[in-house]
């Protein structure tokens, strides 16, 4: 048992060293550490969305920003798009679950806020048709994803493919991130 705790801590480990050594990517997490800061000094948003572990990661990133990381400071304008059970269960039902990010983002999404997806994939439906929709509205737009990009590649402003396909070191390097992005955010605001 303990080696095998061994090897999962290690695997997670490694995954954060690729990042680490990754120079792009970390070049890529500055920018968007950026268009975040410049996002919020406008009065603008962030509105983000993911499926299962990553719609939980996308909730905990934005209680980050709108509550507070380390500095009890104003809150920032940050939301997960899928707290709402009720909206999210009658679009999926009336609609098609492909289509629950894309009508929030044409509710609630401006020219100039930004719209952050995760997916370890880079592959979930909902969220390319949400990008598609905010491509329309002039929205920035981020993609926390696995190695590859996916299919959301294509629709993003800023790619942060953790460089792994095992899904829950994607996960844990995309809060890491995320936790990475907050500080540096707070720290520049307040």
Known sequence: MNQSIRDILSASIQTKQLILNDNHLLEEIAKVTNLIIDTFKQDKKLLFCGNGGSAADAQHLSAEFSGRFYKDRTPLDAEALHVNTSYLTAVANDYSYDEIYARIVK??????????GLSTSGNSKNIIEAFKVAQEKEM????????????????????LNVPSTDT??????????GHIICELVENQLF
């Open 140 to 159: 920035f737009i981020v993609g926390f994803t696995g190695a590859t990009g996916g299919n959301m590649k294509p629709f993003c402003n800023f790619l």
């Open 168 to 177: 829950p070191r994607i996960q844990e390097s995309h809060i890491t991130i």
């Open 107 to 116: 509710a609630k999404g401006r020219k100039g806020d930004v719209l952050i």
